[in-house]
Structure formats: structure tokens, C-alpha cells
């Protein structure tokens, strides 16, 4: 979390969470209200204050602000630069365990939390895919711990 960040949370702790504005595509694309985020300094300061709290839902913490993310499927989509994954805020993602879900997409497990690999790099497991372990797309949530729509209680 940036200092900035977390210097606010100290001064204003009880601002309420925003929820419906901000979302998480399949691509790893952030969206306000549908549209694609095209500041790469807004991208970066969401990414590096990206997390979950303790229920499982993903949220952006924007100063005093938690903004919670709805998501296209997974909390992380991971691509590959060279050999390595990365996920859509720049970490190195290591693999744990992949699937296959019954839509045909790969997810991959690791720091412990699950990722939906960007399809633009699906060509990478063309041959892996048979082999892979399957999974319904609707079992993704619950198994791996993760609330795909947060929604205030």
C-alpha cells in the first residue's frame, strides 16, 4: 500500500466503500463505469493498492476510500513477459496448479489466490490443455475463496 494511502486511512477511517464503479476485465483491463482506464499512473496506483479483505472481495484502496472491483471472472489475470507470469499489477505471479475451466479458459494458482491466464497468450498451452485438471467456471468463486460481484451488506 502506498504511505500516502495509508496516512489517509489514519486520518479519515470511516469514509464509506464505493461499490458498482470499478471493475476488472478478462484481460486484466481496470474499467470505471465500462471504460477502460487508459492512465497508465491510475492503473499503477490501483495495482499497487489492490488486495482482498478478509471476506473475498477485491477491492482498490483509494485513499480513506475502499472501492470495491467487480470481476469478469478471476481477482488476477496473469500474462506472460518472456517466461515469467505477471499479473495485471506488475507481480510475479509463480504457479502453483493449473486448470482448465469448462469454458475452455486456463486459470492458474498461486500466491495464494487463483488467475485467469490473458487469453492472448492461451497458444502457450495449446498442447498442456488435454492434460490439465477441469473445473466448472461456476465452482471457480467458492473454491478459491474470491466474491466476483461485491455488494455492501
Not at 42 to 49: E, K, Y
Not at 119 to 145: H, S
Request: aromatic share 12%; hydrophobic share 35%.
Amino acid at each position: 500500500m502506498d504511505e500516502i494511502v495509508a496516512r489517509s486511512l489514519a486520518k479519515w477511517p470511516n469514509v464509506p466503500a464505493v461499490y458498482g464503479w470499478l471493475s476488472l476485465d478478462r484481460r486484466g483491463s481496470w474499467r470505471i463505469k465500462g471504460e477502460r482506464i487508459a492512465n497508465t499512473a491510475l492503473r499503477d496506483f490501483i495495482g499497487r493498492n489492490y488486495e482482498p479483505d478478509g471476506e473475498g472481495r477485491w477491492y482498490f484502496q483509494n485513499g480513506p476510500q475502499r472501492v470495491y472491483v467487480a470481476l469478469a471472472y478471476t481477482p488476477l489475470v496473469v500474462h506472460y513477459e518472456g517466461d515469467a507470469l505477471v499479473d495485471q499489477c506488475g507481480r510475479p505471479f509463480p504457479e502453483q496448479a493449473c486448470y482448465q475451466d469448462d469454458e475452455g479458459s486456463v486459470l492458474i494458482q498461486g500466491n495464494g489466490s487463483v488467475a485467469l491466464l490473458d487469453d492472448r497468450d492461451l497458444a502457450r498451452f495449446a498442447e498442456r490443455a488435454l492434460q490439465l485438471p477441469t473445473i466448472a467456471r461456476g465452482e471457480v468463486p467458492g473454491r478459491f475463496g474470491f466474491v466476483p460481484d461485491p455488494k455492501p451488506h
